[in-house]
Nanobody
Framework: VRLAASGGGLVQAGGSLRLSCAAS????????MGWFRQALGKDDEFVAA????????FYAESAKGRFTISRDNRKDTVYLDMSNLTPDDTAVYYC???????????????WGRGTQVTVSS
C-alpha cells in the first residue's frame, strides 16, 4: 500500500485546509486510516482515525470540534478537513493505513509521504 498526503500549505491562524491522502491499492476499503502529525523537534502525535467503512471516527482532544476525517472508498482517498487553525497545528501531517483504528503509530502498517502545514500567527 502506497500512500501520499497532499494539500498542506501556509495558512493564517483561523484559516482552513483540506488534506488528502490517496492510496494506491485495490483493497483501500479494507483498511482503517489515521492521520498523525509531527512538529519540529517533537514526537508523532495522533490526530484522527476512521474505520474501513467510514462509519466510525476518533479524534485527539486537540482536533475535536476543529478537524473532520472522512474517506471516499470509491476514490481510495481519506481526507482531513481542518478549520480554525492555530500556530500549534504547524507540523508535517502523515496518513497511515492499518487493520485497527488505533491512536498509536504502531497500530498502522503503512505510512505515506507527509505534507507540511504551517499556520502563521
Amino acid at each position: 500500500v502506497r500512500l501520499a498526503a497532499s494539500g498542506g500549505g501556509l495558512v493564517q491562524a483561523g484559516g482552513s485546509l483540506r488534506l488528502s491522502c490517496a492510496a494506491s491499492t485495490q483493497t483501500f476499503s479494507s483498511y482503517d486510516m489515521g492521520w498523525f502529525r509531527q512538529a519540529l523537534g517533537k514526537d508523532d502525535e495522533f490526530v484522527a482515525a476512521i474505520n474501513w467503512s467510514g462509519g466510525s471516527t476518533f479524534y485527539a482532544e486537540s482536533a475535536k470540534g476543529r478537524f473532520t476525517i472522512s474517506r471516499d472508498n470509491r476514490k481510495d482517498t481519506v481526507y482531513l478537513d481542518m478549520s480554525n487553525l492555530t500556530p500549534d497545528d504547524t507540523a508535517v501531517y502523515y496518513c497511515a493505513a492499518g487493520t485497527q483504528m488505533g491512536v498509536s503509530p504502531d497500530d498502522y502498517d503503512y505510512w505515506g509521504r507527509g505534507t507540511q502545514v504551517t499556520v502563521s500567527s
